[in-house]
Nanobody
Framework: QVQLVESGGGLVQAGGSLRLSCAAS????????MGWFRQAPGKEREFVAA????????YDADSVKGRFTISRDGAKNTMYLQMNSLKPEDTAVYYC????????????WGQGTQVTVSS
């Protein structure tokens, strides 16, 4: 079992940048497929990006392509989401999550971190 804690959220102006971190404990995150999700007020949670356990392949939602970059550091057991060129519509609570690589469902979730982008 793995525990996840997000950090790095905050208030930023449109066009600015933030880097979110997801610190894992209990097990190494390198054995999981890791993902970032977000949920804006009144909207359903949506996928943002993921990085596979095997080969570190990355996947991004169309809405963040070219602006957000997912990465991980095995030595620090931490995953990151570098967010550039932020837009007001990126405002949401951001969650990191982990799933076994051969399962479809994300089983482990962090508590979330708020990102607010002002116009």
């Amino acid at each position: 079992q793995v525990q996840l804690v997000e950090s790095g959220g905050g208030l930023v102006q449109a066009g600015g940048s933030l880097r979110l971190s997801c610190a894992a404990s209990g097990r190494t995150l390198m054995t999981y497929t890791m993902g970032w999700f977000r949920q804006a007020p009144g909207k359903e949670r949506e996928f943002v990006a993921a990085i596979s356990s095997i080969g570190a392949r990355t996947y991004d939602a169309d809405s963040v392509k070219g602006r957000f970059t997912i990465s991980r550091d095995g030595a620090k057991n931490t995953m990151y989401l570098q967010m550039n060129s932020l837009k007001p519509e990126d405002t949401a609570v951001y969650y990191c999550a982990a799933r076994d690589p051969f399962r479809a469902e994300y089983r482990y979730w962090g508590q979330g971190t708020q990102v607010t982008v002002s116009s």
